[in-house]
């Protein structure tokens, strides 16, 4: 290698100069192709953000991980993941870039107890697309899973200094956190009616049409209350999001001596946002990680305190009974997934072995059997006659993450995907009741545990868990690699 640099009179540094300056002039230009003329701003700002990536990576990987749960601007009708694809594409490609031009070990691609399933899933991917019913759909679905198991290996390397692991886990926090506020702050301004001067910044335009004119089906904000989003599209990624989040700042409050306050406070915003996002499947995920936060902490938790909880829990459901009921829309039972789960398996008997394609669900379920309930017609259609599209529409999925994939892939996909839940929680339960050290890599192991296995129990009731979404999908593979970069020192 160092000959062929001598041959060309350029030493290491100035090769790689000219790579980066390349690679940064192609994103531009990619940025305005992608982007229209009038939001041209967004791609000076992926330049900008381009020459940060190159000169400072862990500055801009952070800025990525900081930005993930931002899908849309609150009170604004963009969405913004164009930007996202662009930015975690091209850090993906920076550092792929750096490796291939450094001497550094390859440790963490062997060291990746997910190389098989990655192999066999990305070989799977290819083969189904062949029989896709929308290929373009397909391609798009395919770069994201394909850019996610990147991330993995990213990650892998990045994070096996502590240094950077403790500032991810902190940033993830003080996201939530941030997240948080704005769904509560939406949830004032709606169903309270305080701070309405604010609805403008912190309400997407659907909501904010609803509020503003009383604009199509009225009961989105009378059945159950209303549902915050935050800066998602949907409260149920809200939902998801926050409850990966918040088995991490309670196992901090059980490692740290100092600052406990803070990661308090910090834990009761989250709890209070995955309130007012009134996802029935974020408590679901939040009740099982808990589970395991408390079977890990068993012996640091007086019994004192967990009288005191189930008081305060058997008395809050006691008073506030009747708002819990619509609360939680126990009426309406399962919200007509045994309706959409019945569908599914129809279209999976349809083609077993392959699917219709990745990405491809929505689409497919309704052509054939149109919406699951009247409800989700009507908010579709008023979400396209404001804003001009649905993103509704687009991330409708099976509501069970292995249905899902069975009808988009066949069923060795589903198996596939369980595999790799399993492996996991093998290889964390190996570790889980052995004797350790209640030190900060503990205690993100043990947060990472509970939120892996709450999104395992999530995902019988929910399909937008891991890979589906950048926004989901980067943190989630974030989460996982710090459990497996303890379980890899731990082993050693």
């Not at 550094?104 to 991917?125: A, Q, S, W």
């Not at 149109?370 to 999925?397: C, K, N, Q, R, Y």
């Not at 009808?407 to 060795?412: S, V």
């Not at 052995?434 to 999104?455: C, E, H, L, R, V």
């Amino acid at each position: 290698m160092d000959s062929v640099f001598s041959s060309f009179h350029l030493s290491r540094e100035r090769y790689k100069e000219i790579i980066y300056i390349f690679l940064i002039v192609s994103y531009l230009g990619l940025s305005i192709l992608i982007f229209p003329l009038k939001y041209i701003f967004l791609a000076i700002l992926c330049f900008l953000l381009g020459l940060i990536i190159f000169h400072r990576f862990e500055w801009a990987l952070f800025f990525t991980i900081g930005f993930m749960p931002v899908t849309r601007f609150p009170g604004i009708t963009e969405y913004v993941q164009p930007f996202q694809y662009l930015l975690l594409i091209l850090v993906l490609l920076s550092w792929f870039t750096k490796k291939i031009l450094s001497e550094d070990k390859r440790g963490f691609i062997k060291d990746n107890p997910y190389n098989l399933f990655i192999i066999l899933f990305g070989l799977l991917i290819l083969v189904t697309s062949i029989s896709s019913i929308e290929p373009g759909l397909t391609v798009k679905a395919a770069i994201t899973h394909f850019v996610i198991f990147g991330y993995l290996y990213l990650f892998l390397d990045i994070f096996r200094s502590e240094y950077y692991m403790k500032r991810a886990v902190y940033l993830l926090i003080l996201s939530a956190v941030f997240v948080s506020s704005i769904a509560i702050l939406q949830y004032l301004v709606v169903q309270f009616k305080i701070l309405t001067g604010l609805q403008r910044f912190l309400l997407p335009p659907v909501h904010r049409q609803f509020v503003s004119y009383g604009y199509g089906y009225q009961s989105l904000f009378t059945m159950g209350g209303y549902r915050s989003v935050g800066t998602f599209y949907h409260p149920n990624l809200l939902g998801i999001y926050l409850a990966m989040i918040f088995p991490f700042t309670i196992s901090l409050l059980f490692y740290l001596k100092e600052r406990r306050i803070i990661f308090a406070l910090s834990a009761l915003t989250i709890l209070a946002g995955l309130f007012c996002s009134g996802s029935r499947g974020g408590f679901l995920n939040l009740l099982v990680s808990n589970v395991i936060l408390f079977v890990a902490y068993r012996k640091r938790v007086p019994v004192r305190i967990i009288f005191i909880f189930l008081l305060l829990l058997i008395s809050i459901v006691v008073v506030f009974s009747q708002q819990l009921i619509p609360y939680f829309r126990l009426i309406e039972g399962i919200s007509f997934r045994d309706i959409i789960w019945n569908n599914t398996l129809e279209i999976i008997r349809h083609n077993p072995l392959l699917g219709t394609g990745l990405g491809t669900f929505s689409l497919n379920y309704i052509r054939k059997f149109g919406f699951p309930s009247v409800i989700d017609l009507e908010t579709i259609l008023d979400e396209i006659a404001i804003v001009g599209s649905s993103e509704s529409m687009v991330g409708f999925t099976a509501h069970n993450l292995f249905l899902n994939y069975a009808a988009e892939m066949g069923l060795f996909a589903a198996i596939l995907m369980l595999f790799f839940y399993l492996v996991y929680i093998k290889k964390a339960f190996n570790v889980f009741f052995k004797k350790n050290n209640y030190n900060f890599n503990y205690a993100i192991f043990i947060g990472t545990t509970a939120s892996i296995i709450g999104n395992f129990a999530h995902t019988f009731f929910e399909a937008s868990i891991n890979f589906n979404y950048f926004s989901i999908g980067i943190i989630f593979i974030l989460i996982l690699s710090m459990g497996i970069i303890f379980m890899l020192n731990y082993a050693r």
